[in-house]
């Protein structure tokens, strides 16, 4: 048989060595995930609008809703339905977006505006940290970018 076509056979004692070799990172600290880099940081709401954030890599346990009043609402993925609701835009209305929580009380966000899908696949996917809504009277942004027009809550009564 071929040697090139041979698996590779290493002696006990070289693979030995291998696992003996010293650590290059040994004898320092692995540095703890800080709590401000899972945090949502306001500095990120300061500057040029945003209507969304970047998605994160993972899941998420919270998003935070910015509001136009400088309010902030938190709502738990954990307490997301199953069965958010997209709806395309309309000749009258822009794009809306239906989510319900269902904690101590189950509210119904419902948020509008334009180019929204992206943030609706990322909230399914419960990896979009927030969302900052932006007054209609001050949208100078392009019409090809996602902006928000409202964010309503609503209590749901049985």
Known sequence: M??????????????QAILNRPDPGAGTAAVPPREEDEAVSLLTMSGDYRAFA??????LPRVHFFLKDRAVRVGMYADLDSFPEYRPATGTSGETLILCFKSRIITEVTIEGRHLWPLFDYLSLQRMPWMRE???ERD???ESSPVIHRIAFHPVEF
């Open 134 to 136: 932006l007054p209609a």
């Open 140 to 142: 100078f942004e392009p």
């Open 54 to 59: 970047m998605p994160s890599y993972k899941p």
């Open 2 to 15: 071929d040697a090139s076509l041979a698996p590779d056979r290493r002696s006990i004692s070289g693979i």
